[in-house]
T-cell receptor
Framework: GQSLEQPSEVTAVEGAIVQINCTYQ??????LSWYQQHDGGAPTFLSY????GLEETGRFSSFLSRSDSYGYLLLQELQMKDSASYFC??????????FGSGTRLLVRP | DVKVTQSSRYLVKRTGEKVFLECVQD?????MFWYRQDPGLGLRLIYF???????EKGDIPEGYSVSREKKERFSLILESASTNQTSMYLC??????????FGSGTQLSVL
């Protein structure tokens, strides 16, 4: 079967660093993406990794290890507005994207 | 900016009704997708289309069909709505890279 595993909930303090992990098992692999979704809003694209290593975009970084079928999203200098759900997604074909069940991040003052 | 527009934000239908959810994108993207989102289950792919008149089943196509007569429009059809199809429906289109652009969603309630 195909599955993506990520923690259901993470809590962190404003200004801290948090890491959200994602492990996957899919029939194919065409990259790992991350999306952010605020309550009542649509998911928005954050990052994409096709190759092993770290990709940095401002306060957010994303890492991939294809040999371990594992990736993570790293959020630095947390702000209250980062409270949202974060989804990892894997392309298991050139067309199809499969999403994890999401991690709800709560940032406390 | 890419815009993906879903025709309704909230929709209430009765069991057995035929329901049409419309989605339009304005960036000439070839790939379009329909997901449903339920608490604790994340986003599950219903159908996707990689070109006009081309469609592929996703993970949960039962009870749904789709139509893509024009490149910019991708419709999701519930042939006979049931209560277990009460959900948030999200349409998305994808650019030539790996980025999905989502519409604001349609919260469908089937009574």
């Amino acid at each position: 079967g195909q599955s993506l595993e990520q923690p259901s909930e993470v809590t962190a303090v404003e200004g801290a660093i948090v890491q959200i992990n994602c492990t996957y098992q899919t029939s194919g692999f065409y990259g790992l993406s991350w999306y952010q979704q605020h309550d009542g809003g649509a998911p928005t694209f954050l990052s994409y990794n096709a190759l092993d290593g770290l990709e940095e975009t401002g306060r957010f970084s994303s890492f991939l290890s294809r040999s371990d079928s594992y990736g993570y999203l790293l959020l630095q200098e947390l702000q209250m507005k980062d409270s949202a759900s974060y989804f990892c997604a894997v392309g298991d074909s050139s067309y199809k994207l499969i999403f994890g069940s999401g991690t709800r991040l709560l940032v406390r003052p | 900016d890419v815009k993906v527009t879903q025709s309704s934000r909230y929709l209430v239908k009765r069991t057995g009704e035929k329901v049409f959810l419309e989605c339009v994108q304005d960036m000439d993207h070839e790939n379009m997708f329909w997901y449903r989102q339920d608490p604790g289950l994340g986003l599950r792919l219903i159908y996707f289309s990689y070109d006009v008149k081309m469609k592929e089943k996703g993970d949960i196509p039962e009870g749904y069909s789709v139509s893509r007569e024009k490149k910019e429009r991708f419709s999701l059809i519930l042939e006979s709505a049931s209560t277990n199809q009460t959900s948030m429906y999200l349409c998305a289109s994808r650019d030539r890279g790996e980025k999905l652009f989502f519409g604001s969603g349609t919260q469908l309630s089937v009574l």
